[in-house]
Protein backbone atom coordinates (compact mmCIF):
# COMPACT_ATOMS: atom_id res chain seq x y z
CA UNK A 1 0.00 0.00 0.00
CA UNK A 2 1.07 3.35 -0.73
CA UNK A 3 0.08 6.39 1.94
CA UNK A 4 -1.08 9.30 0.21
CA UNK A 5 -1.47 12.80 2.00
CA UNK A 6 -3.04 16.14 -0.09
CA UNK A 7 -2.34 19.37 0.59
CA UNK A 8 -2.57 23.24 -0.71
CA UNK A 9 -6.41 23.86 -0.12
CA UNK A 10 -7.66 26.91 1.49
CA UNK A 11 -9.88 29.62 1.12
CA UNK A 12 -9.59 31.49 -2.72
CA UNK A 13 -11.61 33.92 -4.34
CA UNK A 14 -14.10 33.51 -7.23
CA UNK A 15 -11.58 33.44 -10.28
CA UNK A 16 -8.49 32.51 -8.53
CA UNK A 17 -5.99 29.73 -8.51
CA UNK A 18 -4.47 27.35 -5.97
CA UNK A 19 -2.75 24.33 -6.57
CA UNK A 20 -3.15 21.00 -4.73
CA UNK A 21 -0.71 18.23 -4.22
CA UNK A 22 -0.88 14.76 -3.46
CA UNK A 23 2.12 13.28 -1.80
CA UNK A 24 2.78 9.84 -1.90
CA UNK A 25 4.72 7.21 0.94
CA UNK A 26 7.22 5.87 -1.94
CA UNK A 27 7.13 5.58 -5.49
CA UNK A 28 4.25 4.00 -6.80
CA UNK A 29 5.14 0.77 -9.21
CA UNK A 30 3.53 -0.56 -12.09
CA UNK A 31 0.50 0.35 -14.10
CA UNK A 32 -2.08 2.75 -12.24
CA UNK A 33 -4.37 5.51 -12.75
CA UNK A 34 -4.44 8.40 -10.01
CA UNK A 35 -7.43 10.30 -9.64
CA UNK A 36 -8.35 13.67 -8.10
CA UNK A 37 -12.16 13.68 -6.93
CA UNK A 38 -14.15 16.26 -4.92
CA UNK A 39 -16.78 16.31 -2.20
CA UNK A 40 -19.00 19.12 -2.22
CA UNK A 41 -21.40 20.47 0.79
CA UNK A 42 -24.41 18.58 0.08
CA UNK A 43 -23.39 16.67 -2.88
CA UNK A 44 -22.04 13.19 -3.68
CA UNK A 45 -18.38 12.43 -4.65
CA UNK A 46 -17.74 13.26 -8.10
CA UNK A 47 -14.07 12.75 -10.33
CA UNK A 48 -12.19 15.98 -11.44
CA UNK A 49 -9.43 14.09 -13.25
CA UNK A 50 -7.60 11.87 -13.87
CA UNK A 51 -3.74 10.37 -15.07
CA UNK A 52 -2.42 7.53 -15.48
CA UNK A 53 1.05 5.81 -14.99
CA UNK A 54 1.34 5.90 -18.87
CA UNK A 55 0.65 10.25 -18.90
CA UNK A 56 -3.02 10.28 -20.26
CA UNK A 57 -5.00 12.86 -18.87
CA UNK A 58 -9.16 13.27 -18.72
CA UNK A 59 -11.25 16.05 -17.19
CA UNK A 60 -14.26 15.84 -16.05
CA UNK A 61 -16.62 18.80 -18.11
CA UNK A 62 -16.92 21.09 -15.53
CA UNK A 63 -13.27 21.31 -15.12
CA UNK A 64 -12.12 21.58 -18.14
CA UNK A 65 -9.88 24.00 -19.48
CA UNK A 66 -9.67 25.84 -15.47
CA UNK A 67 -7.71 22.12 -14.48
CA UNK A 68 -4.35 20.71 -15.08
CA UNK A 69 -3.51 17.32 -13.26
CA UNK A 70 0.24 16.44 -13.27
CA UNK A 71 1.41 12.77 -12.31
CA UNK A 72 4.31 11.82 -9.47
CA UNK A 73 7.38 13.20 -10.13
CA UNK A 74 10.69 12.00 -8.53
CA UNK A 75 10.06 13.08 -5.30
CA UNK A 76 6.39 11.25 -5.39
CA UNK A 77 4.89 14.49 -5.47
CA UNK A 78 1.51 15.12 -8.45
CA UNK A 79 -0.41 18.45 -8.16
CA UNK A 80 -3.83 19.50 -9.28
CA UNK A 81 -3.72 22.95 -10.97
CA UNK A 82 -6.39 24.75 -10.36
CA UNK A 83 -7.65 28.21 -12.06
CA UNK A 84 -10.39 29.95 -12.81
CA UNK A 85 -11.90 29.03 -9.25
CA UNK A 86 -15.51 28.90 -9.36
CA UNK A 87 -18.16 28.63 -5.85
CA UNK A 88 -19.41 25.65 -7.32
CA UNK A 89 -15.49 24.04 -6.94
CA UNK A 90 -15.71 24.03 -3.32
CA UNK A 91 -15.32 20.54 -1.68
CA UNK A 92 -12.98 18.33 0.35
CA UNK A 93 -10.94 17.13 -2.61
CA UNK A 94 -9.13 13.85 -2.62
CA UNK A 95 -6.43 11.65 -4.37
CA UNK A 96 -6.31 8.22 -4.79
CA UNK A 97 -4.64 5.96 -6.81
CA UNK A 98 -6.03 2.72 -7.78
CA UNK A 99 -3.32 -0.02 -9.31
CA UNK A 100 -4.86 -3.53 -10.78
CA UNK A 101 -4.30 -4.72 -6.65
CA UNK A 102 -4.92 -1.98 -4.38
CA UNK A 103 -6.83 1.29 -4.43
CA UNK A 104 -5.43 4.09 -2.06
CA UNK A 105 -7.01 7.07 -0.50
CA UNK A 106 -5.81 10.00 1.09
CA UNK A 107 -7.67 12.27 3.76
CA UNK A 108 -8.52 14.90 1.38
CA UNK A 109 -8.06 18.62 1.76
CA UNK A 110 -10.62 21.62 1.60
CA UNK A 111 -11.20 23.82 -1.09
CA UNK A 112 -13.15 26.93 -0.22
CA UNK A 113 -13.77 29.53 -2.88
CA UNK A 114 -16.35 32.11 -1.93
CA UNK A 115 -16.08 36.04 -1.95
Known amino acids: QVQLVESGGGLVQPGGSLRLSCAAS????????MNWSRQGPGKQRELVAT???????HYADSVRGRFTVSNFNAQNMAYLQMNMLKTEDTGVYLC?????????WGQGTQVTVSS
Open 96 to 104: NVKTPTRDN
Open 26 to 33: GRILGIYI
Open 51 to 57: ITSAGGS
